[in-house]
């Protein structure tokens, strides 16, 4: 396993390896890595010659508000994983190497970056869409892999790719849940024993959700009145939001007639949290 | 020659012949093709194995009062005209291909893009760097090919290119001029015979900027005012702006202690035209 931090050096042993044939899968991450990055990294590591991963707490998709600063970051722990998964090469560029002086270039996706969570963090999806813009330029991978978790983000990213005509297919693989069902995220790490029980309702009513769904109810209002109550019974839960949109242009669906996708953020004390289900009908 | 008009069926082509180690140049155009679009693909051909242009008047870089309709078009004549110069491929999308119904990506170069034609011509630049994006990601060329004549386009380009970290040179080349000094612009067919000859004095006025500063004059003051004078006097021209700026950064300079660029935009009669010229100390 080979790590660079230089973008020019990356570049150039990239398309080394793609002049003599190989194809290249690609993760982006901001570290701290745990069983859902991994999974993805052993998707990439099946279905391409080569895996490459990013490390970058990328500063321009935090608010000024945010955790850029105390965001969890351990690399030579990442390395391990990362080793352990069978990646080839780790990108873990500075700050400096990614928006040198004088940076002035931004990727967008109207609309879908400014629901949900978007609407909630300005600026956010921006900060995303070009930050993988740039890395999938460094990168220039055949498959590139994204976690449901952040279905929104995905999803942007997804459209992004396919309006700019980015010659890359990007995969969003499934959740990966702690044995009790909370969504693997490193901002788990912020949570205290209490606020770690408590975010256990997110997953406990996105699934009541999809049980009422099931049995045959309809209006979202009535399934989103369920979630905000069963989550607001938790001294610690606060809602940013709770949704039930189409999956494609995550707008909101008042009857539910076709597939859709409940969405949620909640803080949990100071540690804001997503999650997602998707209910196929 | 080969002409597509689909994406993904250029996009494969042209993965094939990255494949088979083929280095590829690429100019886009927005068709009509003059003298000016020829140097850059006979440049191309010199230096690359295949030469590939596009032709695609982008509706997203007109503003509404604008000459999107009436921009001329002649797809006949331009592939008569790139065959001659040795272009390999026309790409020759339909608006549909670019941007399909659900469009919403769209790539921008903040400051630059505000500045100067951009101040003129509100959202005009972020069409013209989405869509260069987007023809990137089709094309991937080795090298692109921009005139000098968009001074402030080619800037932008490069601007993205090298934030983006895209994997393309960019190369800028000399404005290519009538005998009698106007910069060739498929605008100009616009012009009456009256605004044909008063068109001369943008290259004449500039041309006279330069003569100042080599005479010593250092105040940027003075020489705009001169080619104002010289502007105004022509009863078809109405001066849009007239500016003495930095190569790099487009901003004003005040006092004259390096290489500038002397840049203008003019209308005559309906038809802005743009023209430019570098000054090296």
Known sequence: MQTFRNIKKLQKFIIGLKKIGKTIGFIPTMGYLHEGHLSLMRQSKKENNISVISIFVNPIQFGPKEDFKKYPRDFKRDEKLAKSAGVDIIFYPS??????????????????SNLLCGASRPGHFRGVTTVVAKLFNIVQPDIAYFGQKDAQQARIIQKMTQDLNMPIKVKVM??????????????????????????????????????????????????????????????????????????????????????VLIILAVWIGKTRLIDNLAVNL
Chains 1, 2 share one sequence.
């Open 174 to 259: 499934p959740i990966i849940r702690e044995s009790d069902g909370l969504a693997m995220s490193s901002r788990n790490m912020y949570l205290s024993s209490q606020e770690r029980k408590d975010a256990l309702i997110l997953n406990r009513a996105l699934k009541e959700a999809r049980r009422l769904i099931k049995t045959g109810v309809r209006d979202s209002r009535t399934i989103i009145s369920t979630i905000n109550y069963l989550i607001s019974a938790k001294h610690t839960a606060k809602i940013d939001y709770v949704k039930i949109v189409d999956p494609q242009t995550l707008t909101e669906v008042k009857k539910i007639e076709k597939s």
């Open 95 to 112: 700050i400096e190497q990614m928006y040198p002086a004088g940076y002035l270039s931004y990727v967008e996706v109207e609309k879908l």
